[in-house]
């Protein structure tokens, strides 16, 4: 069954202080994985996608990673706005193209 | 620049009354999907339009119907709420194919009284 993990479930973290989120897949077929922001009551918007092992794309303090088996979301010295929920997501195909989603981490980054 | 308009962004309703919300779009794209998402969760893909043909998840329950009249736009109808149902639901759109971005609009929050 392909399924898509994500942790940590929550992070918090001082302002400046980077880290990492991780984003593990389990599917047969990887079409591309894909990152997004969600705000609090808002519809997820797209930060990142990967086609491929070893790629990477970098946006402001954000940058993603992509290995055969997971992808991380390195955040570096971030800012209180960067607090959100992260959402990874792979698509697959079966039968037609579908998105699986992860639960998220819920960052907050404290000033 | 909306891309993906969903309304209404709030919708309350009486357990049991039918209620509709709906998606539109002005990029073009084939395929719409309707996710329901619950606090802390992931979304759930509910179903999605390819172009005019309909796929429904498997455990999508039969309260929850979906029209797609045209390209742009695209309705959710629920027909008996109830309580489990108070969710947001997102619409989201991508291009056919492999590699193609998911767009989503900012979702309906149901409340289900």
């Known amino acids: 069954e392909d399924q898509v993990t994500q942790s940590p479930e929550a992070l918090r973290l001082q302002e400046g202080e980077s880290s990492s989120l991780n984003c593990s897949y389990t599917?047969?077929?990887?079409?591309?994985l894909f990152w997004y922001r969600q705000d609090p009551g808002k519809g997820p918007e797209f930060l990142f996608t990967?086609?491929?092992a070893g790629e990477e794309k970098e946006k402001e303090r954000l940058k993603a990673t992509l290995t055969k088996k997971e992808s991380f979301l390195h955040i570096t010295a971030p800012k209180p706005e960067d607090s959100a929920t992260y959402l990874c997501?792979?698509?697959?195909?079966?039968?037609?193209?579908?998105?699986?989603f992860g639960t998220g981490t819920r960052l907050k980054v404290l000033a | 620049d909306a891309m993906v308009i969903q309304n209404p962004r709030y919708q309350v309703t009486q357990f049991g009354k039918p209620v509709t919300l709906s998606c539109s779009q002005t990029?073009?794209?084939?395929?719409m999907y309707w996710y329901q998402q619950k606090s802390s969760q992931a979304p759930k893909l509910l179903f999605h339009?390819?172009?005019?043909?309909?796929?429904n998840e498997a455990d999508t329950p039969d309260n929850f119907q979906s029209r797609r009249p045209n390209t742009s736009f695209c309705f959710l109808d629920i027909r008996s709420p109830g309580l489990g149902d108070a969710a947001m639901y997102l619409c989201?759109?991508?291009?056919?194919?492999?590699?193609?971005?998911?767009?989503f609009g900012a979702g309906t929050r149901l409340s289900v009284l």
């Open positions: 989201a759109t991508s291009g056919a194919g492999a590699k193609n971005i998911q767009y």
């Open positions: 599917v047969s077929g990887l079409r591309g």
């Open positions: 990967l086609y491929s």
């Open positions: 997501a792979v698509q697959v195909l079966s039968g037609t193209y579908k998105y699986i």
């Open positions: 990029l073009n794209h084939n395929v």
């Open positions: 339009y390819y172009d005019k043909d309909f796929n």
